[in-house]
T-cell receptor, first 115, second 114 residues
C-alpha cells in the first residue's frame, strides 16, 4: 500500500516569515519523494526531489525538504516567504516495482502569503 | 514553459460527443502520463506509456481511450462521457518510467461535460 498525507489543506504566513508544509507518506517499497507547486491556471512545476541520496534536499526558489525515514516524513520548508510563493503545493510518492510505476499525490496545501 | 504542450486548453462537450485531447512533449522523453485533477481530490494517475507501450491503466473507464503513436505524442480519446468526468486533465512526461524520474507537466485541458 502507498499513501501520502498532507496534514494542512491551507497554510497562511506573513511575507518574510518561515514556511513549513507538512507531508507524511507510507510505502511498501523504497520510494522517491517529490514536491510540486501549482500556480493558478498553470501546470505543476517540480520544486525538489528525494531519490535515496542526501536526506536534505535543496530545490528551486529557496525551498528545501528533509527526508526522515523514521518519521516517514518529507516536510517542505523555506526560511522566508515571498508573495510569489502563494500557490498550491503537492507532495508525491513514487515507486517502481515489477515494471509498474505507482505515483500517489497528496491532496495539496494551499499557501497564502500575507503582505 | 516546461516543454509539454496540451491542446485544447478548454473543451466543452456533450455526453454524446466524441473528442480528443492532445499532448506533445519536446524534451526527448520516453514516458508519458495522463492525470485527472478534480476539485477537492488528489491528482489521479490514469495511464502511463513507457517507450510507446502502455504500462498502467488505473481502472479507468473505457470511455477514456489513450493512444501513444510515438514517444513525443499522447492522445486521450473521449466518448460518451459523464458530467462527473469534468475536470482538469494533465499530461506529463519523464525521461522514462521509474520512481526516481521527475515528471514535467503540461498546462492541462479544462474539460466540461454538459
Amino acid at each position: 500500500a502507498q499513501s501520502v498525507t498532507q496534514l494542512d489543506s491551507h497554510v497562511s504566513v506573513s511575507e518574510g516569515t518561515p514556511v513549513l508544509l507538512r507531508c507524511n507518506y507510507s510505502s511498501s517499497y523504497s520510494p522517491s519523494l517529490f514536491w510540486y507547486v501549482q500556480h493558478p491556471n498553470k501546470g505543476l512545476q517540480l520544486l525538489l526531489k528525494y531519490t535515496s541520496a542526501a536526506t536534505l534536499v535543496k530545490g528551486i526558489n529557496g525551498f528545501e525538504a528533509e527526508f526522515k525515514k523514521s518519521e516517514t516524513s518529507f516536510h517542505l520548508t523555506k526560511p522566508s516567504a515571498h508573495m510569489s510563493d502563494a500557490a498550491e503545493y503537492f507532495c508525491v510518492v513514487s515507486t517502481f516495482s515489477g515494471g509498474y510505476q505507482k505515483v500517489t499525490f497528496g491532496t495539496g496545501t494551499k499557501l497564502q502569503v500575507i503582505p | 514553459e516546461t516543454g509539454v504542450t496540451q491542446t485544447p486548453r478548454h473543451l466543452v462537450m456533450g455526453m454524446t460527443n466524441k473528442k480528443s485531447l492532445k499532448c506533445e512533449q519536446h524534451l526527448g522523453h520516453n514516458a508519458m502520463y495522463w492525470y485527472k485533477q478534480s476539485a477537492k481530490k488528489p491528482l489521479e494517475l490514469m495511464f502511463v506509456y513507457n517507450f510507446k507501450e502502455q504500462t498502467e491503466n488505473n481502472s479507468v473507464p473505457s470511455r477514456f481511450s489513450p493512444e501513444c503513436p510515438n514517444s513525443s505524442h499522447l492522445f486521450l480519446h473521449l466518448h460518451t462521457l459523464q458530467p462527473e468526468d469534468s475536470a482538469l486533465y494533465l499530461c506529463a512526461s519523464s525521461q522514462q518510467a521509474g520512481s526516481s524520474y521527475e515528471q514535467y507537466f503540461g498546462p492541462g485541458t479544462r474539460l466540461t461535460v454538459t
